[in-house]
């Protein structure tokens, strides 16, 4: 476990079992404000199971996760999930424009998000002209540029990234990894982004956690785990 | 040609359901010259089904004669046992027996209760019974085509689902879409009825009152009473049914329970 801090996010013995076998083993794990963690390991690790966890779409079974020094069981689940928002690995778009999809969010509250806002954040992601165009036409890169830009919409405290380039081509996969780069360090986000890839985690993250069969191999700062990883 | 030699009438259902029987049986045994084998199936589906039919017409028979009351505790039986039938199409969204309980007792007693109030249902047990089962049995029906396509809409969509609860969506909202079209899927075979009643088919109610002897047009008119009768229990049902699923598809948390094979992956 790390050293106790002053966290925004801290995962805490998070643990979740299922049909008797534990898929996420008792991670302990603390983000400070304005960092990123990468989460690595192989497929079927618990990774992504582990961010859903943060994000409270599966219910943990043991332990719990408190964001900003607050047990998440505490916040209502809406609240929650607008303070820690989450990019899935397949983008889902909702059927209509791309300005729609940006203001889904705010909408859920009663809140109509400015003209100027929608212009800014899809400005941010790399699409500025693209507020009145229907989401069916994007490609996979831009769908997911969309999909950030929606979940910043909300201003997150934190950001959840799954696997957020594995079903790209290697030009969008870069604009992704320099967007996600650009979001962090612009709006000093505190980031989770869970990938297979190492050489990608080193690209985007300070820190780096290695999961395995549900539990923490290794996490420390990056050139400890590339090291201890032989990758340095 | 079975009437003129049989005068009992209950020896006489038995000769028409052997000649039934034996007649679904040959194109059974037709169908063994294409290789197709159900005739151990159709056997003992025959068998059980005249078993079970002679047993229930034995017990509507000795309630019959019983007091009018008797009817409520009957349809109540029937209406628990279209709950539990229903139940099975929601897969395992708990709950599912609540709603389905809750929707077949709402549409189906609901429609009942103000039919029999409003006298278009006698409360005579011979007719009270019968046209009560009719509602009961087509709330069910209706009740599980909605709950099974509410199940499939929802383990289809799950990111989609899943997408807007991370954004804060509440999740009612997220399967709005899917009740609604649950609930309109769900009343396509009493609509279809209705809209190809006289056309298409003449109904069992109706066929069976002109067989006894009454005017046909007085028949025909009760028919469509029925018809839409069924509607309205099946569409209230539905609602209900489908109004609480949707609440119970999601845990205390707002965590979508019904995930079917999806799972993370890392």
Redesign the interface.
């Known amino acids: 476990m790390d050293a106790p801090g002053t966290a925004l996010l801290r995962a805490e013995r998070l643990t979740r079992v299922v049909a008797g076998r534990a898929?996420v083993d008792g991670i302990s794990v603390e983000v400070a404000a304005g960092d990123v963690l990468a989460v690595v390991?192989p497929?079927?690790?618990?990774?992504?199971?582990f961010?859903?966890l943060l994000?409270?779409?599966?219910?943990p079974t043991g332990g719990t996760v408190y964001l900003g020094g607050r047990d998440y069981?505490a916040l209502p689940?809406?609240?929650l999930?607008?303070r820690v928002?989450?990019v899935?690995?397949?983008p889902?778009l909702?059927p209509g424009t791309v300005a729609e999809n940006v203001r889904?969010?705010p909408a859920?509250?009663g809140e109509r998000l400015p003209d100027a806002d929608v212009a800014r954040l899809l400005a941010l992601v790399g699409l500025p002209s693209f507020a009145d165009r229907a989401v069916d036409h994007l490609s996979g890169g831009e769908a997911q540029r969309v999909?950030v830009a929606?979940?910043l919409a909300?201003r997150p405290e934190v950001l959840l990234l799954?696997?957020p380039t594995s079903a790209l081509d290697d030009a969008s996969k870069r604009g992704i990894e320099a967007l996600v780069t650009e979001v962090v360090r612009a709006r000093g986000l505190t980031c989770v982004v869970?990938t297979?890839d190492l050489a990608q985690a080193a690209r985007l993250a300070r820190r780096v956690m290695v999961v395995e069969a549900g539990r923490v191999r290794r996490v420390g700062p990056l050139e400890e785990v590339l090291r201890a990883e032989g990758m340095d | 040609m079975l009437k003129g030699w049989i005068e009992d009438p209950t020896l006489l259902g038995l000769a028409q359901a052997g000649v039934a029987a034996a007649l679904a049986f040959a194109v059974v045994l037709l169908a063994r010259r294409r290789r197709i084998h159900v005739e151990a199936d159709a056997a003992v589906a025959l068998v059980r089904g005249l078993v079970q039919i002679a047993l229930v017409g034995s017990v509507l028979a000795a309630l019959m004669r019983g007091p009018r009351w008797t009817s409520v505790p009957l349809l109540a039986a029937m209406m628990a046992a279209a709950a539990a039938t229903s139940m099975r199409r929601a897969g395992r969204i708990p709950g599912a027996f609540r709603a389905s309980l809750a929707g077949v007792v709402v549409g189906s007693g609901g429609v009942i209760a103000l039919m029999t109030l409003a006298g278009v249902i006698a409360t005579d047990l011979g007719t009270l019974v019968p046209v009560g089962s009719m509602l009961v049995a087509n709330a069910m029906n209706a009740n599980g085509l909605a709950l099974d396509r509410f199940r499939g809409e929802v383990q289809a969509h799950v990111a989609e689902i899943e997408t807007a609860l991370a954004l804060g969506a509440a999740p009612e909202e997220t399967v709005a879409r899917f009740v609604r079209s649950s609930y309109e899927a769900s009343l396509i075979p009493a609509i279809d009825s209705l809209r190809s009643l006289g056309i298409v088919w003449i109904p069992g109610l109706m066929a069976g009152m002109v067989l006894t002897g009454a005017p046909p047009l007085a028949a025909a008119i009760y028919q469509f009473v029925v018809l839409a009768t069924i509607l309205s229990s099946s569409a209230l049902s539905c609602l209900v049914s489908t109004t609480l699923i949707r609440k119970t598809a999601f845990s205390p948390a707002e965590q979508l329970v019904l995930r079917g094979g999806a799972a993370g992956r890392g």
């Open positions: 898929i390991g497929s079927g690790s618990g990774k992504s199971s961010l859903r994000d409270r779409l599966d219910e069981r689940p809406r609240e999930r607008r928002g989450m899935m690995q397949a889902v909702f889904f969010g859920q509250r999909s929606r979940a909300n799954d696997e869970v297979h």
